[in-house]
């Protein structure tokens, strides 16, 4: 039961354990990198408005330079 250890055990499993370590240590970086780049690209867009105009309920919107969704504004 407590035979002799298979030689190169333990150096089979240092090299194991060191580049087990050097995958965990480069996917912490590339989620580092990822997690940064979603953040910034939540960011919401400046919009800039050059008028406002009315839709077709009649109701007043601001004109944007990016349309979005159902509004109805004047790209410019």
Same mark, same amino acid.
């Given at each position: !039961? ?6 190169? $055990?333990?150096?089979?499993?240092? %090299?194991? +354990? ?5 995958? #965990? !240590? ?6 580092? $990198?990822?997690?940064?780049?979603? %953040?910034? +690209? ?5 919009? #800039? ?28």
């Amino acid at each position: !039961m407590l035979g002799d250890a298979t030689s190169g $055990y333990p150096s089979l499993v240092a %090299i194991i +354990s060191f580049l087990g370590g050097i995958q #965990l !240590m480069s996917v912490g970086i590339v989620g580092e $990198y990822v997690g940064k780049t979603y %953040i910034e +690209s939540k960011r919401r867009p400046v919009y #800039l408005t050059e008028e406002v105009i009315e839709n077709r309920e009649g109701m007043r919107q601001k004109a944007s330079r990016k349309t979005t969704g159902t509004r109805h504004v004047k790209a410019v």
